[in-house]
């Protein structure tokens, strides 16, 4: 697994990232990366650690500890080591139908779970799966490998997000004929419409549906199912449907003001920039603009940051962030440790590009908005904002974030983007196919299962589990297929 000595003998080394003045002028991924012969040292500093938590997967205190599709990280280091792409590549794509997404946009909780990080830097597997997946895209071993025989078995996947996708993909080379219904004008869901183009520029994601196309699968846009096709129809043309349409029931602020005009779902905010940069290059004007204005976030996670870069990079004048709970310690806590997530606070790119541009973090954090402000024409241009402090409460027991009487503030915000969260999945969807939903809103079904209430209808991703990571929704859809192979064949060889 990699060289014996190679953790001693070389240090990690990442790809660079543009500074951030540079970075704001465009929406372009921003990093550098590695030459051959580099990677193939960082290959080399994958230990013989014989117990490979890398690839472990497993829940510890609510977060996950390393890569939740199992890849065989110790394997592919090695062979990127030995320089042997091709077979890298093979042992890659066996557990992870889409590492030209997650090695751009996932958290890596491999590396967090990397042995050799235990007492110095983990191994950059991130960076090595990139390397890996983008050597094969140009040697043409990611090319498309259509399935030789069709078994006249026909499924309809709903919703073309990371969970949709992967089950497409694995039930297309089964050879079943697959059908992908997305309700955007472009497939890929969070994907292309959720992350920004700097994070996982959407050339790439075309570039994988056009080989996904070219195997056989089908993609219907523009479609809406529950509304333009129902469900009666999808089920008796097809012989199973899978339900992938992820939580996007966004959770609102409900305080003073809050119709006043200006204030945005972080969702919403995203979307129109990609759409308004793939059809124009943000020429058409057709997008939330934050140029000129003093943006608050309200959320302090990975969407209030993506909202942060974004609006930077459109001009605002001045951005906030704003973030419930308190800061994260720098270091790990002593009763945080390895292999557990390490909860430490990170400054992100949005993070990042604030500071270089205004000076400060912009986050505040143990504090929340009591009231939006209105000028005469019912536009939002400032908010009420108050600290909080955690508190016991009596009666459950539980820990809640309350506000300290008498620190109110105002600030100016002619922007508001609320990035709290998602709630679950959309009603008009689940009562469409009449499937039951837990507390949560979430698709039930019976634990680590995807089969619905609802003959022949199975779900998968954050519409099953709840707002969750792209290799989650990855997992969830690789397993959905290969419980809807097996309910169509009797057996399943799908990993």
């Known amino acids: 697994m990699g060289k014996p000595t190679g953790f001693l003998e070389y240090e990690r080394e990442n790809g660079r990232a543009q500074e951030p003045k540079a970075r704001i002028a465009h929406f372009n991924e921003f990093h550098s990366h590695l030459t051959e012969q580099q990677q193939r040292q960082q290959g080399a500093r994958c230990m013989e650690c014989g117990v490979p938590f890398c690839q472990s997967g497993v829940m510890m205190k609510g977060m996950v500890s390393g890569c939740p599709l199992n890849n065989l990280i110790p394997e592919w280091n090695d062979l990127i080591y030995n320089g042997n792409w091709a077979q890298a590549y093979n042992r890659l794509k066996r557990t992870n139908s889409f590492p030209e997404f997650t090695s751009r946009v996932c958290p890596a909780p491999c590396e967090a779970a990397c042995t050799c990080g235990l ?84 050339k790439v994601i075309e570039r994988k549906i056009a080989v996904m196309k070219e195997e056989g699968i089908l993609f219907e846009t523009g479609v809406d199912v529950g509304k333009d096709r129902k469900a009666a129809g999808l089920l008796k043309e097809f012989d199973c449907v899978i339900l992938a349409c992820g939580a996007s029931a966004p959770r609102d602020i409900q305080v003073p003001g809050r119709e006043a005009e200006g204030i945005w779902f972080a969702v919403d905010f995203l979307k129109s920039t990609t759409r308004s940069l793939l059809d124009s290059d943000m020429t058409d004007g057709r997008y939330v603009s934050a140029k000129g204005k003093h943006v608050l976030v309200i959320g302090g996670g990975d969407t209030g940051n993506d909202c942060t870069g974004t609006a930077i990079r459109h001009g605002c004048a001045s951005v906030v962030q704003l973030e419930m709970m308190p800061r994260l310690p720098r270091q790990r806590a002593k009763d945080n440790t390895w292999p557990e997530w390490p909860r430490v606070c990170k400054i992100d790119y949005g993070q990042e590009e604030a500071i270089a541009l205004f000076g400060k973090d912009p986050r505040i954090y143990e504090t929340t908005v009591k009231e939006f402000k209105k000028d005469k024409n019912g536009k939002v241009c400032a908010a009420v904002i108050v600290k909080l402090e955690a508190k016991k409460d009596a009666a459950t027991g539980r820990t809640q974030m309350v506000p300290v009487a008498g620190s109110e503030k105002e600030i100016p915000a002619d922007l508001v983007l609320i990035a709290a969260g998602f709630l679950g999945s959309q009603k008009y969807v689940t009562d469409a196919f009449g499937v039951k939903v837990n507390e949560r809103a979430n698709v039930a079904t019976a634990p680590g299962a995807y089969r619905t209430n609802v003959d022949r209808v199975f779900t998968a991703g954050d519409m099953h589990r709840g707002q969750s990571l792209v290799v989650w929704a990855i997992r969830e859809g690789r397993e959905a297929a290969r419980e809807v192979d097996k309910s169509l064949m009797g057996y399943t060889n799908l990993i």
Request: proline share 7%; aromatic share 4%.
């Open 119 to 202: 007492g110095g830097d983990p191994v950059t597997i991130r960076e090595n799966e990139y390397a890996v997946i983008e050597r094969a895209y140009a040697e043409g071993m990611a090319a498309a490998r259509p399935p030789r025989i069709r078994t006249g078995k026909r499924v309809a996947v709903v919703g073309s997000g990371p969970a949709g996708l992967a089950a497409a993909d694995q039930l297309n080379k089964r050879g079943h004929s697959v059908t992908v219904f997305e309700r955007e004008d472009r497939p890929g869901g969070l994907l292309m419409y959720g992350i920004p183009n700097m994070k996982l520029e959407k």
